[in-house]
């Protein structure tokens, strides 16, 4: 196992998951995790993350420098480089030639950690402030930025780098990474499909003999959870659908159908009209986020309160849910978390039963896809924020709103889809904003919304940039929504990044 001490950068969880990609399990702590406690863990390897930090700014992620003296191979990445090179002694500045982006790396002496690599020279993503003016005594520089910065260094088992390479823009990125599991003689033994069987075991011990409820939001993380435990658990397991009235056309039936195959007993409440009530004349999105929330808890208890003896509540929760952040930005209390029923098994005394809590996403879905026979269409569908359209509807969410919403959305899917653009874009919406305009539909003068379609492409959904269409394809979704969904006048394509814009307009 490769132990990732997490700095505080966004990039830590695509460093896990490439080492995961590559058959090796890995796993994330704090920074201020004892070296105690990290030795207890025996990994073959560790690696220090990046930051956004200097080693100078007071309250800077320093791990306990003992981490260098457990006989372990060390890989630093970034602020990995710069903390490692600090804490040995060696001396670490601020520089005028900041380096962000695309940069070139010089290779200077050979290591194990250039392996398989056939350039001497080659393109790496940078993104640091600060540089090692002098690696500590005994360090060898490897390579250089064109800059002339230290761009890699080693000290027999130790290495560090100055760029990314868990990135797609750092070229040979994977092989220094596999490089580096060479290197920790890492056994490369993690199958998430092995461990599927391991996970069905828990889970039976836990749940055997006890009667259990979960909610199903028609996500894949959801939907896997529950066909998991519906197999372990046969009738003692009721999933709960809570149709909040916010969501898109057909989409109750889609999931039914879509489960229908794993005879799950799923509890279908309809409580469209209590959400749209408390909603009414609410334009605040926090403030819709807290009363849907508030709403799904109370609806969601109801019905679990009909069901006799029940002990515990199934939760899809998956590892990026639970690393515990670090708290330099108290970046978990950021996490959106809708269907956060975290109040329940207080309330309930329920017992919380969390199989997939390890697991990244793309784990989620191989093991939905391949060892729970899901169909593809779930697996792969994009996602859906729990509040539903309720955030893509800005200003007041009204029954007549929601179903101009859900007629422009239906429409923008199936031509995706229709298209072949479906699985090219991780999340495509429509937003219907609170302004109108001018137009004119035959000889008569109209004052109808405007729409908007927001297309991304991302990995992770931290970042996101937005689809460069074909201009014959937007027309054509534009001229369908325009012509066939009344109350739409106007479409419009959001070209805004994250960051600074997020994928949802609330
Ligand atoms: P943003 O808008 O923050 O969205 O760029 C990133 C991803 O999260 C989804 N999202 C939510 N999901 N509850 C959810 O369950 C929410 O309140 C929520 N807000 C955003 C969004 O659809 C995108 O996939």
């Known amino acids: 196992m490769i132990l990732i001490v997490d700095c505080g950068s966004q990039l830590t969880q695509n460093i896990a998951r490439r080492i995961r990609e590559m058959g090796v399990l890995s796993e994330i702590v704090p920074y201020t995790t004892s070296v105690e406690a990290i030795a207890a863990q025996h990994p073959d390897g560790i690696v220090l993350s990046g930051g956004p930090f200097s080693v100078y700014d007071q309250g800077a992620p320093l791990y306990d420098g003992a981490v260098f003296s457990l006989g372990v191979p060390v890989l630093g990445i970034c602020y990995g480089l710069q903390s490692m090179a600090y804490l040995l002694g060696g001396s670490v500045k601020a520089t005028d030639h900041r380096e962000y982006g695309e940069t070139k790396l010089r290779i200077e002496q050979d290591s194990r950690l250039w392996n398989g690599i056939p350039e001497r020279e080659w393109t790496v993503w940078m993104s640091h402030g600060d540089i090692v003016e002098q690696p500590p005594e005994g360090f060898v520089v490897l390579a250089r930025s064109q800059s002339g910065h230290i761009a890699a260094m080693q000290r027999g088992e130790l290495f560090a780098v100055q760029y990314h390479p868990e990135v797609d823009h750092s070229r040979y990125g994977r092989q220094i990474l596999k490089n580096f599991l060479e290197i920790c003689d890492a056994r490369r033994d993690w199958d998430v499909e092995k461990e599927f069987d391991r996970i069905v075991e828990r889970t039976r011990e836990q749940i055997q003999g006890k009667v259990g409820i979960g909610g199903i939001s028609g996500g894949i993380d959801s939907s896997a959870l529950s066909v998991l435990i519906g197999q372990v658990a046969g009738d003692a397991f009721h999933p709960i659908f809570v149709d909040n009235g916010l969501l898109r056309a057909n989409e109750m039936q889609q999931v039914q159908q879509s489960l229908a195959p794993f005879h799950l007993r799923v509890r279908y ?46 939760q899809g929760t998956l590892y990026p849910d639970v690393i515990e952040s670090v708290p ?30 390890h697991l990244f996403k793309d784990e989620v879905r191989a093991i939905a896809e391949k060892k729970l026979g899901l169909p593809a ?62 137009g004119v539909m035959g000889d008569a003068g109209t004052y109808e919304g405007v729409a908007v379609i927001r297309a991304v492409t991302t990995n992770d959904f931290m970042t996101a940039d937005w689809f460069d269409f074909e201009g014959r394809d937007l027309r054509a979704i534009a001229n369908r929504i325009i012509n066939e969904v009344r109350g739409i006048n106007r479409v419009v394509y959001d070209v805004s990044q994250k960051p600074p814009s997020t994928i949802e307009w609330e």
């Open 269 to 314: 409440v309809d409580a469209a009209k209590r959400f749209l009530e408390s909603l009414r004349g609410v334009t605040d999105p926090d403030e819709k986020r807290r009363r849907i929330g508030h709403d799904f808890v109370h609806v969601f208890e109801e019905e679990a309160r009909k069901i006799p003896e029940v002990s515990y509540l199934a």
């Open 328 to 357: 330099l930005f108290g970046t978990s209390s950021k996490i959106k978390r809708h269907h956060n029923v975290g109040g329940l098994p207080e309330v309930m005394k329920l017992e919380v039963v969390e199989p997939f809590r």
């Open 377 to 438: 269409t779930l697996v792969w569908r994009h996602p859906f924020p729990g509040p539903g359209l309720a955030v893509r509807i800005i200003g007041e969410v009204t029954e007549e709103k929601l179903a101009i919403l859900r007629h422009a959305d239906a429409i923008l899917i199936e031509e995706l889809r229709a298209r072949g653009l479906y699985h090219q874009i991780a999340q495509a919406l429509i937003v219907l904003t609170n302004a109108h305009s001018v």
